[in-house]
């Protein structure tokens, strides 16, 4: 049974910084996509970032527009989670944010894409004042 947890959120001020963590078992972070994502009160849920690992020590990642150069998406093998660092955070980025893995099988719809995802975690909450 494939289980994620996700930890790290809370509140911060505008140009503050948070790091949120994913823990996942019964699955391996390596070997498919994970992505996180966010869904502020009456939005739709939005692809925020996803990981790859293409080779050892090499993977591929993805940004959404509105958070590249501030979030940094990574994955730790020997934890076997993946963590995103929220740098400059914006009152803007405030929303439950969840993680995701892929099914192998699933219909892509592109890496930071809901419907691309199987398994999700519970969301942990981030709010941003200004």
């Known amino acids: 049974q494939v289980q994620l947890v996700e930890s790290g959120g809370g509140s911060v001020q505008a140009g503050g910084s948070l790091r949120l963590s994913c823990a996942a078992s019964g699955y391996t972070v390596r070997t498919n996509y994970m992505a996180w994502f966010r869904q502020a009160p009456g939005k739709e849920r939005e692809g925020v970032a996803s990981i790859f690992a293409v080779s050892a020590g090499a993977v591929d990642t993805d940004y959404a527009g509105s958070v590249k150069g501030r979030f940094t998406i990574s994955q730790d093998n020997a934890k076997n989670t993946i963590d995103l660092q929220m740098n400059s955070l914006k009152p803007e980025d405030t929303a439950m944010y969840y993680c995701?893995?892929?099914?192998?099988?699933?219909?892509?719809?592109?890496?930071?894409?809901?419907?691309?995802?199987?398994?999700w975690g519970q969301g942990t909450q981030v709010t941003v004042s200004s």
């Open positions: 995701a893995a892929v099914r192998y099988g699933r219909t892509w719809y592109g890496s930071l894409a809901p419907r691309s995802y199987t398994y």
